[in-house]
């Protein structure tokens, strides 16, 4: 089925650094939104973005809806440890009803 | 407002059973959708609900079901389990069934089939 491309698969990271990661398409979607995800539990949503050049953010995290509608990116600033997790995008096809796609996630590790 | 909530939280199977996992949204929402999640194949939709109908279905066989009840729960079903099956089971839970809604997750249910 569709599947979005997610990049990088991992980041290893020193504390303090900016980290920025995206998601890909060859289709056309109509909601993006983002989510963290911790071992064990259920994804956590951190921004959903609904129109087309749309920049939302949330405290240090800022996420944008591609201008084509088939990319999105999250960039997470001054990064600290609690940040580490698995960072999804979820995407929605315009003819899929309100199915979301995943990405592959990403992994980010933070260092002290 | 409580978040979503998924129940067991844990369940240990045998091949060849079958297994009912519960969900109950936020309150006021009535969309409840269910995705299966494994290391190899990531997040995949199962189903969404919505005023106790089926609205969606992934590619899944008919070993996996679901239904909605009135007060917006739902159950899962998966009869005669396969060791495949073990994974983390999500519920998500939105206001309605359009896609331009945020969809909240519960914390899973870690089905392991032996």
């Known amino acids: 089925g569709q599947q979005l491309n997610q990049s990088p698969q991992s980041m290893f990271i020193q504390e303090g650094e900016d980290v920025s990661m995206n998601c890909t398409s060859s289709s056309i979607f109509n909601t993006w939104l983002w989510y963290k995800q911790d071992p064990g539990e259920g994804p956590v949503l951190l921004i959903a973005?609904?129109?087309?050049?749309e920049l939302t953010s949330n405290g240090r995290l800022t996420a944008q809806f591609g201008i084509t509608r088939k990319d999105s990116f999250l960039n997470i600033s001054a990064s600290i440890p609690s940040d580490v997790g698995i960072y999804f995008c979820?995407?929605?096809?315009?003819?899929?009803?309100?199915?979301?796609?995943f990405g592959e996630g990403t992994q980010l590790t933070v260092n002290p | 407002k409580a978040g979503v909530t998924q129940t067991p939280r844990y369940l240990i199977k045998t091949r060849g059973q079958q297994v009912t996992l519960s969900c109950s949204p936020i309150?006021?929402?009535?969309?409840v959708s269910w995705y299966q999640q494994t290391p190899g194949q990531g997040l995949q939709f199962l189903f969404e609900?919505?005023?106790?109908?089926?609205?969606n279905k992934g590619n899944f066989p008919g070993r996996f079901s679901g239904r909605q009840f009135s007060n917006s729960r739902s159950e899962m079903n998966v009869s005669t389990l396969e060791l495949g099956d073990s994974a983390l089971y999500l519920c998500?839970?939105?206001?309605?069934?359009?896609?331009?809604?945020?969809?909240?997750f519960g914390q899973g249910t870690r089905l392991t089939v032996v």
């Open positions: 309150s006021g929402h009535r969309s």
């Open positions: 998500a839970s939105r206001e309605g069934p359009r896609g331009n809604t945020e969809a909240f």
């Open positions: 609900y919505f005023s106790e109908t089926q609205r």
């Open positions: 979820a995407g929605q096809i315009e003819t899929s009803g309100s199915r979301l796609t």
């Open positions: 973005l609904y129109k087309a050049g």
